[in-house]
C-alpha cells in the first residue's frame, strides 16, 4: 500500500491532451471517496490539455458495477481511455475479497478485449480513513496519478509507443 504522495507531476514531461477523449466511469458508494478521486482526474485532464467537452463521466452504484459501465462507455462512445474511479473498504465479511477480485479481474479482462485503455482507480483499503487520505488527504489524490496515466496510455493506443519519462 502507498505511504508517500506521488501526486506532484511534472506537466513538461506529459504528453498534451489536446487531442484525447476521456471517459471517467465513476461509483457512487463511498461518494465522499470517489467524487474526490473523480475532482482530481477532471482536473490533472484540464491542466495537461484536455477540453471539457472531450471528458464525459458516466456513474454506476458500486464498485462491482464499474466493469459493465467500463465496457458500455467502450461500446457507444469515441475515447483514447477510460478510468475506472471506485473505492472498496475492508469489513467483517469476504465480500470485501469478492468485490476487489472481480473489479480486478474485469478491468484486466476490458484491457484485453478491447484496444481502449482501462485505468484501474479503484482504493481497496482497510479504513475509511486510508481511503480518505488517497483520496485527497495527506497522501494525495489517487485520481490524479490515473489521470496522468490515462493520458499516457492514449499516446501509447494512439501512436504504439510509450512516453519517454514517469513524469512524477
Known amino acids: 500500500m502507498a ?16 487531442s484525447f477523449r476521456f471517459g471517467i466511469v465513476v461509483s457512487e458508494w463511498n461518494p465522499e471517496i470517489t467524487q474526490n478521486l473523480k475532482k482530481g482526474a477532471i482536473e490533472t485532464l484540464l491542466d495537461c490539455g484536455a477540453q471539457e467537452k ?3 463521466f458516466w456513474d454506476v452504484p458500486g464498485s462491482f458495477e464499474l466493469v459493465f459501465g467500463c ?10 481511455a477510460v478510468i475506472a474511479i471506485g473505492n472498496v473498504i475492508q469489513g467483517e465479511t469476504k ?7 472481480g473489479v480486478t479481474q474485469g478491468i484486466v479482462d476490458l484491457n484485453i478485449k478491447y484496444d481502449i485503455p482501462v485505468i484501474f482507480c479503484v ?18 489524490n489517487k485520481g490524479i496519478e490515473c489521470a496522468i496515466a490515462a493520458i ?4 501509447l ?7 519517454e519519462s514517469i513524469g512524477f
Open 54 to 56: 472531450n471528458i464525459i
Open 157 to 163: 493506443k494512439n501512436t504504439g509507443k510509450p512516453t
Open 3 to 18: 505511504t508517500t504522495n506521488l501526486t506532484y507531476y511534472d506537466k513538461t514531461t506529459i504528453p498534451n491532451a489536446n
Open 71 to 80: 465496457k458500455k462507455m467502450i461500446q457507444t462512445q469515441k475515447l483514447d
Open 95 to 101: 465480500h470485501f475479497d469478492f468485490v476487489c477480485e
Open 152 to 155: 499516457k496510455m492514449a499516446v
Open 123 to 140: 482504493l481497496t483499503d482497510n479504513t475509511i480513513q486510508q481511503s480518505l487520505d488517497r483520496s485527497g488527504g495527506k497522501l494525495g
